[in-house]
């Protein structure tokens, strides 16, 4: 069953067609990576899907709605979390706070915002900073934080941007059983990755942007044997290093 | 009060997680505690002090409020008004007319100050949050609102256009509690009541989900509406409170002074000694514009004090000045996060 049908998204800036004409669909209770090199377009499809731009073309749809032109707080409450990939931590709350305010969707009793808030930071490996300022945190723990507060809104669609980025292998190991028992919960996951180790090991899908274009969609080991996306995205990266 | 503290008390015992909060729950009560000693200390200073200083108390508490007020829309969710003088001016003239003209009580008088105030906060704030106006585009049209409400004012032959709008002189058979006009020790404890009052109602909003999302709000407001904030709700659930709170702080002006000027009211003037209490005090702090007023107004008589008896003009202003500059320069986020530190009485999540 398809939770995300995405038709023939665009969108242009100014002379720049940063989404081109991308149709994918996600399904329910899958994990599905987005990848591609810098600038191919993928955080653009995120904001785009998340409400935070509107397209200039193309249609949305989540568990068969429409959803093109709703504000974000509305898709939120629909069931779709999203993180950001520059990390937005709100600095002037403490850690535990920053991840009630997510929770308050759907527990909007404090005391129960506050326990899933707990519960969430616990399983992520922040339980004993929950206390701390969040402007006292690293970027490593800020990526947690933001995942954590994503997934305190109990989305059924979660949307990660380069979560794992910057992450040590242990760290991008814990977020990743996190991922996967909320996906065991139900949860579809949709995310942006740079860390083939880990599109490999947990992506039932992969998408591949280029230049604003969906070069290939397919299950993960297609796509690494696909000559076009080794040409353009798996082989160039390897060459580099 | 009395009425706050037991359901404060009860909250943290319900709540929380094993090792979370437990910081929170003493620093909490510590605050209550503060906050009631200071309230019984203030009810008591009557017994001590001249009619003079409790003129000057009771315009600490008059500024205290507006504090509080501008502080919920600025410290906590984060929306820069500098026209709240809009708000007072309304709430005062409001507060006035309704005595004077028609013999209608300020106990009804004060309650419609606050609906209109909370009506046009709505009315500035759907204007600008609508058409996503922020920061200083936001605070520009704030301003430009009280300025234009002076402007009306001041060619409004029903209120007296420049030459002001007066309150009656007490009679003998005045009732202080009827009119809720009296003498110096009566103002005092409206005031000292009518902040407690405000206070209260701020510390259960801060404290509660609303709090929570205003808080996001003034953080990262994309960050908030995709944590589900409704952010467009909340600005103007603030502006209207903030906006009301404020009219009524403009009605006991009126009523203290018994006389009314466009421009004491509505002017650009009114709108920066607002917010000097609550900047100087500690910014989104619940106790930070109280502090600010203790600080503030007591500066402003002494400094006008030696200005008028060096005959320098302006020399209170050149103080304010420079104690904005110091607060800025040694305890950036106001003297009341600084100064509670050191009293243990902060925590980071309820600053």
Not at chain 1, 4 to 16: D, Q
Not at chain 1, 105 to 123: C, G, M
Not at chain 2, 145 to 168: N, P, S
Request: proline share 4%; net charge positive.
């Amino acid at each position: 069953m398809t939770i995300l049908e995405v038709r023939n998204l665009t969108k242009r800036f100014a002379g720049l067609v940063a989404v081109d004409d991308v149709s994918f669909d996600v399904e329910k209770g899958s994990i599905t990576a987005l990848i591609g090199p810098n600038g191919a377009g993928k955080t653009t499809a995120f904001h785009l899907i998340a409400g935070a731009l509107t397209p200039s073309e193309g249609s949305i749809r989540f568990e068969g709605r429409e959803i093109v032109g709703r504000t974000p707080e509305e898709l939120c409450s629909m069931g779709i979390a999203r993180t950001f990939q520059i990390v937005r931590p709100l600095l002037g709350m403490t850690v535990l706070e920053n991840v009630m305010v997510g929770a308050l969707n759907r527990a909007p009793k404090l005391a129960e915002a506050r326990a899933v808030a707990a519960d969430l930071l616990h399983r992520i490996g922040l339980g004993a900073k929950a206390d701390a300022p969040a402007s006292t945190l690293t970027l490593p723990d800020r990526k947690l934080l933001e995942t954590a507060k994503a997934l305190a809104t109990r989305p059924r669609l979660l949307m990660l941007d380069e979560v794992m980025a910057g992450l040590r292998p242990s760290e991008a190991d814990r977020v990743t059983a996190v991922l996967h028992s909320f996906r065991d919960d139900g949860v579809t996951i949709l995310l942006i990755e740079h860390v083939m180790r880990v599109v490999m090991a947990i992506a039932q899908k992969v998408v591949v942007l280029h230049h604003g274009k969906a070069l290939a969609q397919g299950a993960p080991a297609a796509i690494a044997a696909d000559p076009r996306v080794i040409e353009s995205y798996l082989g160039r990266k390897a060459e580099r290093r | 009060m009395s009425s706050v503290l037991p359901r404060d008390a009860r909250r943290p015992a319900s709540g929380g997680g094993p090792a979370v909060s437990r910081g929170f729950r003493a620093t909490s009560m510590r605050q209550w505690g503060a906050a009631v000693a200071f309230v019984l200390v203030m009810l008591l200073v009557p017994l001590v002090a001249s009619t003079f200083h409790l003129s000057v108390l009771t315009l600490i508490f008059l500024f205290a409020f507006v504090g509080v007020a501008w502080n919920l829309m600025m410290g906590f969710a984060g929306q820069l008004s500098l026209g709240h003088a809009l708000y007072f001016g309304a709430g005062a003239y409001l507060v006035a007319i309704l005595a004077e003209r028609y013999g209608i009580t300020p106990w009804l008088g004060l309650p419609l100050s606050f609906a209109l105030g909370a009506a046009l906060g709505c009315i500035v704030g759907a204007l600008g949050f609508r058409f996503a106006v922020r920061g200083v585009y936001f605070a520009l049209l704030t301003i430009a609102f009280a300025e234009f409400a002076r402007i009306v004012f001041e060619h409004w032959g029903f209120v007296g256009r420049t030459g002001g709008f007066f309150l009656k002189a007490l009679g003998p058979d005045n009732v202080p509690l009827l009119s809720l006009r009296g003498d110096s020790l009566f103002f005092y404890y409206a005031l000292l009541m009518s902040l407690v009052g405000a206070w209260a109602l701020a510390a259960l909003l801060v404290r509660s989900p609303i709090g929570y999302r205003w808080r996001a709000l003034r953080d990262d407001e994309d960050a908030a509406r995709a944590l589900g904030v409704r952010a467009f709700r909340m600005k103007l659930l603030v502006a209207a409170v903030s906006g009301g709170l404020t009219a009524i702080a403009g009605g006991w002006f009126g009523l203290i002074g018994g006389s009314l000027f466009p421009d004491s009211v509505f002017g650009m003037r009114i709108s920066i000694e607002m917010i000097l209490a609550p900047v100087i005090g500690g910014m989104g702090t619940l106790f930070g514009p109280i502090l600010g007023a203790f600080l503030v107004i007591p500066l402003n008589e002494v400094s006008r004090d030696l200005a008028q008896s060096l005959g320098i003009n302006g020399l209170n202003l050149l103080l304010y000045g420079v104690l904005l500059m110091a607060v800025i320069i040694v305890a950036p986020g106001g003297c009341w996060p600084w100064l509670a530190r050191r009293l243990r009485l902060s925590d980071a999540g309820n600053r």
